[in-house]
């Protein structure tokens, strides 16, 4: 720094070349109208990665003196950056030193100090971070699910990343902002999604556990899912058991070679012969909403109601009075049997769990 004849402004910045063998220094050279300005530069530094920061007053800036950076390796380096607002106030910021990469010092006259120019430190604040972890296992088998698919979604809808669960169902989101909202959705070929809601505090790096569980849609030689209501007597798909059905269309498309025949079944509660009808009524209703869904009809082999006549359990004509409501709940339901096909179908062991797992309490009949 020098106001030498044949400087810009008032003190300038110049550079000189030091002869190591000699131990002499060279002629000063300004550093030229892309630093100096018609006011003062002055302080300079210059960092690790030969990077400039002085301080002067000749630019449009926050105050008096303001900091700035520029390179020197090159002339397309030269441009100059006000360090900004965090930095620099409305009154003389200077003499700024780096301490290492990501904090340093500086001397300022602003109003909140407690004498003339005092020092300040500064650093840059890492964001808090936490992060989410989980494993992905079968809900019937409890058995790990590797190669799941896991996607972390904020508060928007937005997918942030998508991982795939390890040969142990592990997965991770290693970075997650603090004090936000997440949803977790695991899903896999053949199975049922599943989500978690996960609520980060401000605690830097805690981990979050979101285990997934997933449910098989496939299960022995049947595409299972929950109980399919129908309104009392009637035999028309509810729009609750679109929701159902739209499973069996998925596992339909994703196995384009499978065929599967369906079977409905009531409790012994009313007559035989209505049960049998009013069975088969359904059975062939749910054949043709899957038809409308674009399943060819060479693809569902039959579609049959059989009434009463197959009880999982005694709750026939004679102990209809004896039975709970769950036990009759047992007995009225629809399998979607899988006659051929479905290459890679990889089907969960029906001895693990109940075929049959009710959600929800379905109508009578």
Do not use: W
């Amino acid at each position: 720094m020098s106001d030498m004849p044949g400087a810009i402004g008032g003190t300038d910045l110049f550079k000189v070349i030091l002869d190591i063998d000699k131990n002499q220094y060279g002629i000063p050279k300004n550093l030229g109208s892309e630093i100096n300005t018609e006011g003062m530069e002055m302080f300079p530094f210059i960092s690790e990665d030969n990077t400039l920061y002085f301080s002067s007053n000749g630019r449009f800036g926050f105050g008096l003196l303001d900091i700035y950076k520029t390179g020197l390796n090159n002339k397309e380096e030269n441009k100059v950056y006000n360090l900004g607002e965090s930095i620099n106030s409305n009154m003389d910021d200077f003499a700024f030193t780096l301490k290492d990469e990501n904090s340093g010092y500086f001397s300022s006259n602003r109003t909140t100090g407690k004498g003339d120019d005092d020092v300040y430190s500064f650093g840059s604040t890492s964001p808090c971070l936490q992060s989410v972890v989980g494993v992905v296992t079968d809900s019937l088998s409890n058995s790990i699910l590797p190669e799941a698919t896991v996607k972390l979604i904020d508060a928007s809808g937005k997918v942030l990343k998508e991982v795939l669960s390890d040969v142990g169902g592990n997965y991770t989101f290693a970075k997650v902002a603090c004090d936000s909202e997440y949803t977790i959705i695991g899903s896999k070929l053949d199975y049922v999604s599943d989500q978690e809601t996960v609520v980060t505090n401000s605690e830097r790096g805690k981990v979050n556990q979101a285990d997934l569980v997933l449910k098989a849609l496939i299960v022995g030689n049947e595409i299972v899912i929950n109980p399919i209501f129908f309104d009392f007597d009637k035999y028309i798909v509810r729009d609750d058991a679109e929701y159902e059905l739209e499973k069996i269309v998925t596992v339909m498309n994703n196995h384009s070679d499978m065929i599967i025949k369906i079977e409905s079944h009531t409790d012994s509660r009313g007559s035989k012969s209505y049960n049998r009808s009013l069975s088969d009524k359904r059975a062939k209703f749910t054949q043709y909403y899957l038809y409308t869904r674009g399943i060819a009809k060479a693809r569902i082999e039959s579609a049959i109601g059989y009434g009463e006549d197959q009880l999982l359990n005694n709750c026939d004509d004679a102990n209809t009075n004896n039975c709970t409501e769950e036990e009759h709940q047992r007995n009225r339901r629809s399998k979607f049997i899988i006659v051929s096909g479905g290459t890679n179908v990889k089907a969960v062991d029906p001895s693990v769990a109940p075929l049959h797992k009710v959600d929800k309490k379905p109508g009578k009949n």
